[in-house]
T-cell receptor, first 108, second 116 residues
């Protein structure tokens, strides 16, 4: 069983839409969680950490549900520049585990 | 400040040849990771260093792959007798390591390896 499960999409949404991605994880000992963004033929870049109480950064909101073992990313008012692959990542203390990524395309 | 640096950015080699990929992490980051990524997939873990020692090499696919980090900074991933299936983007990342488990990974630009 994979450590992290993520719907690969693709998600195609119009500009201005709200879109949400989820990841589930299997290791209850997971300690920290992150969302990364990866553009085509580029390296992953940290989008935001995910805190237990949930956190927001502009149009982006991340949430963690330890009881159900999932994390989510909500993007409001989607922009064309949000088109990318979004990777959820968890850290078990020493090891980082990646989801396969969810592809998002924002359409004009 | 300087980020994670990987060289070369692109490497084309013939099947059966030996290649070395270099990673220079962020200064002060004790943890260094190597990943491999194929098109449409998430990064696949290869090996993780804490300081000079390989803390976890369970992701190395076979004994043709080897990595070192002799002084706890720069790391080299070595691939012997390359095969076409080794073609991928090899990503290096560093983090603060044991000092902060909340520390995220910071990636280099990757080395795109093509085995012909």
């Amino acid at each position: 069983r994979k450590e992290v499960e993520q719907d690969p999409g693709p998600f195609n949404v119009p500009e201005g839409a709200t879109v949400a991605f989820n990841c589930t994880y299997s290791n209850s000992a997971s300690q920290s969680f992150f969302w990364y963004r990866q553009d085509c033929r580029k390296e992953p870049k940290l989008l935001m950490s995910v805190y237990s109480s949930g956190n927001e950064d502009g149009r982006f909101t991340a949430q963690l549900n330890r009881a159900s073992q999932y994390i989510s990313l909500l993007i409001r008012d989607s922009k064309l520049s949000d088109s990318a692959t979004y990777l959820c990542v968890l850290n078990t203390g020493n090891q980082f585990y990646f989801g396969t990524g969810t592809s998002l395309t924002v359409i004009p | 400040g300087a980020g994670v640096s990987q060289t070369p950015s692109n490497k084309v080699t013939e099947k059966g040849k030996y290649v070395e990929l270099r990673c220079d992490p962020i200064s002060g980051h004790t943890a260094l990771y190597w990943y491999r990524q194929s098109l449409g997939q998430g990064p696949e873990f290869l090996i993780y260093f804490q300081g000079t020692g390989a803390a976890d090499d369970s992701g190395l696919p076979n004994d043709r792959f080897f990595a070192v980090r002799p002084e706890g900074s720069v790391s080299t991933l070595k691939i012997q007798r390359t095969e076409r299936g080794d073609s991928a983007v090899y990503l290096c990342a560093s983090s603060l390591g044991d000092r902060s488990y909340n520390s995220p990974l910071h990636f280099g630009n990757g080395t795109r390896l093509t085995v012909t």
